[in-house]
């Protein structure tokens, strides 16, 4: 499985400016970091000039480390959910003040990290590091969850989709296979009307062959909302 979908990112993958091309070293940490915390709740279209510009005027850990807060808020105004950047500061401080400009090399000890959740460790690691551990993001979410016919509403779910996605990680180009899992997700396996005769893996797709493609990842149902009334 993770052979067909890497001979599919050699074809196919997107042209991101934090990534490498596929099969070539990996990208330093410092800009798989800061993608990956400009991207939380962020749309890729949105990062991209805000990733150019905070890698032209930091372009290493060392100097954002150095940066005022001030000046980094600024240049973070516009991408929204400002916890982001207070963390991106604190953050670079640490790795430079605790780690000689050094990020940690495991997801375990990227975790530790300010700001850094179990997903952007987890992405850290196998992307700069080649560490082959599952990265699951909302797309790979969606793609796990169709591929192995998930049924368990989320998030209840979660727990089994990461064990099928590390399943199916491979030891060789984890990072690869990480980022095209999350440009199937993107591209083809979308939420509405995915592309399943174009996807890579639609042999393998056991919602596919089961006819319910669209209706996973099931969402856990919402609670009915309170009436109230007053006078």
């Known amino acids: 499985m993770a052979v067909l979908l890497l001979a599919h990112y050699d074809q196919h993958a997107r042209d991101l400016p934090w990534r490498s091309p596929p099969g070539s ?19 890729v279209a949105a990062v991209i000039p805000y990733f150019t510009a905070f ?5 290493r850990v060392e100097a ?21 950047a207070r963390n991106l500061l604190k ?13 940690p090399q495991s997801a375990a000890e990227l975790a ?34 169709r591929l192995f016919a998930i049924q368990t509403p989320l998030p209840a779910a979660r727990p089994a989709i990461r064990e099928a996605v590390q399943a199916i990680t491979p030891t060789d180009r984890p990072g690869d296979f990480a980022q095209a899992m999350m440009d199937l997700g993107a591209t083809i396996c979308t939420a509405r009307n995915p592309s399943c005769l174009t996807c890579p ?3 393998q797709c056991q919602a596919l062959a089961l ?3 669209e209706g996973l990842p099931v969402k856990a149902p919402k609670a009915a909302k309170p009436q109230r009334s007053g006078t």
């Open 25 to 43: 070293p990996p990208p330093p940490p410092y800009r798989v970091w800061l993608s990956e915390v400009m991207l939380q709740q962020t749309t």
């Open 55 to 59: 890698t032209e005027r930091w372009p």
């Open 64 to 84: 954002l480390a150095m940066a005022s807060d001030a000046d980094v808020m600024a240049a973070w105004a516009g991408l929204g959910y400002y916890s982001r």
């Open 91 to 103: 953050c670079a401080r640490v790795v430079v003040d605790a780690h000689i400009g050094n990020f």
């Open 112 to 145: 530790k990290l300010p700001g850094v959740g179990a997903y952007t460790s987890a992405a850290i690691a196998a992307i700069a590091f080649g560490e082959p551990v599952a990265v699951v993001d909302a797309n790979v979410e969606r793609v796990a969850a």
């Open 201 to 203: 893996l639609r042999k």
């Open 211 to 213: 006819g319910i493609v």
